[in-house]
């Protein structure tokens, strides 16, 4: 059985502490503020699995240089890759066997030398020397791990964008993406298929290339006049904007903090009203015990006063002989029967008891009174308590809550304009790249052939698993969603009623591409394949918690429930598949022994800071 799974990731510098975390199968959460180190974690898992980028630097990770990913393939142990932060080679070690010798693999990919990451990754999934379609023209290409790793690793953004999770929003790939996805759900490559090239059509084919090109030219500058209004000032406004959200991020905090430290106001003063409240019912029913001890008390000295005139009209009686023996009083003895009672030694006794009893008595008063003065006193700091928890109750609900919202929402919305912005840039280097490609394809004129783009359809019984695996899903975590749900091949994307999957909100999106994501490999097992082993997905509930104009007919109540069967539910899939979720929020308390957690406070006294160690003050 094919696949493999994450064990651990290290990063290390010559003088810092070293940074690590480690995975186990099945659901792994890692949890915690923003600025823990999250998305770093994200960032160099991609990086030590292929990618081009090294996690983004920040303020935490300087000093750092190297990193080391473990890694358990199903069928052949333990083995870690490791590679310098700035990119370049690796180093493999523990493979195939524990104590062999390290090898480098190289980072980019190639089908003439296996020497290579890709390769060793395609070969640990059953998948390397797969060729796959890239153009309507049939041409093929080899697959590189590369082509599959934003189906298995959902960064922030990518989880929340409103296209098919199929694609990564490259126009040019989304042929050879598709193949991709078909690839994975049936295991079918497209190496059969021939490039014909018609040479009374080259000119033709050349032709319409360069129309399409001027038409995705032209939607791109469209849509880059929708984001900004003028390209050049681009890196301005990103400058101008990421100051902004760490100004919005200190209001943010600011807020946060306050409304944490009333809402402990606020509990603290219930939990006071109580505790005097319960006092105040433990002294009553001390009162009630008192109540019967005192009659006890009463009842003693009646009895004992009894005893006592009972002994004084005895002592009156004339003496007289004793009825067994004949004897006179005080001269006879009997084996076994007691000596005659001393009436007035009794007497005393009793009057000493009595004077006990009355004692007692006069203590138990001393003692009811000052309970009722405790009692009187409880009952008035369970008042005032109660006042102070209305008190701070208030201002939670009538102040500080709309102002945490706010503060919120405004840096919410600064991240978004980030978002565009960032996206108008990934536009203004597109619309280079093809120009760049127009000019080449304007000096080729007349030098290729043309096909027809004919792509065979999915078999009915992937496209029926891979359906079924995310209706599932959706289903397990209560998402309310419209029926039918299918996947549109023509789209690439499901289709929940009658609406498309990325026509929802943001939130929606982002918990349905989580869906499609574990689905797909879900439905790989359904049909008797090996999966992947192991998904990573930043932020599926960020966005969903809190709703927007897009999500807003959905209810907290609803939200709430949806995150916690989302979380119930990944807890108890079977551990063959990895699931490694990043999350502002822990999960439920009940599923946290079923699981991996990892909660970053961010606070230096507290558990664990961060992915990163605190630096001391000499670092």
Known sequence: MSGFQLRGLRVTGPEVKEAEISFEAGLNVISGPSDTGKS????????????????????????????????????????????????????????????????????????????NISTFLLRLIDLDQKRLRKNANNELQNLSFRNLAHLVIIDEESIIKKGSPTFTGESTQRTLQSSVFKLLLTGADDSSLIAVKKRAIAKAEIEAQIALLDQIISDYEADLRELTGDPAELADQERKIESAISSSWQVLSTERSVFEGQERARRSAWV?????????????????????????????????????????????????????????????????????????????????????????????????????????????????????????DALVRETLTPRLSAARAEHTNLLETRARLRQARSLVDRTDALRSKRAESQAALGSAGRVTDERPGLPAKSVQAFSKAFETLLEAWQFPHEKPVYFDERNQDMVLGNRRRGEQGKGLRALTHAAFTIGLQTAIAAL????????????????????????????????????????????????????????????????????????????????????????????
């Open 528 to 619: 008797d394949r090996s999966p992947l082993g192991f998904v990573v997905l930043d932020s599926p509930l960020v966005t969903f918690r809190e709703a927007d104009h897009e999500d807003a007919e959905l209810s907290s109540e609803q939200r709430v429930a949806v995150k916690q069967a989302f979380y119930s539910d990944l807890a108890v899939r079977p551990g063959d598949l990895q699931i490694i979720v990043l999350e502002n929020e822990d999960p439920n308390e009940a599923i946290r022994p079923n699981i991996t957690t990892h909660f970053f406070s961010k606070q230096p006294s507290k558990g664990r800071y961060g992915f990163f160690p605190p630096r001391t003050v000499a670092e």
């Open 272 to 392: 006071d009203r109580e505790r005097f409240e319960a006092r105040v019912n433990e002294i009553d029913a001390l009162k009630e015990r008192f109540v019967l001890l005192d009659q006890s008390y009463r009842s003693d000295v009646e009895r004992l006063e009894a005893i006592a005139e009972a002994g004084q009209f005895f002592v009156a009686l004339k003496a007289g002989r004793c009825p067994l023996c004949g004897a006179t009083a005080g001269d006879h003895h009997h084996d076994g029967l007691p000596h005659d009672g001393d009436i007035d030694a009794l007497r005393a006794a009793c009057q000493i008891e009595i004077a006990k009893i009355k004692q007692l008595r006069l203590e138990l008063t001393a003692t009811v009174t000052d309970l009722n003065a405790e009692q009187e006193e409880s009952e008035i700091e369970a008042a005032v308590a109660f006042l102070s928890y209305n008190e701070a």
């Open 40 to 115: 770093y974690i994200v960032e160099a898992i991609d990086f030590m699995l292929g990618g081009a980028t090294p996690p983004r630097q920040i303020p935490e990770s300087v000093g750092y240089d190297t990193a080391y990913l473990t890694i358990e393939a199903r069928d052949s142990g333990v083995f870690t890759l490791t590679r310098a932060l700035q990119g370049g080679d690796f180093q493999l070690t523990g493979w195939p066997e524990p104590d062999a010798a390290a090898v480098t693999l190289a980072s980019r990919h190639s089908a003439s030398d296996a020497d």
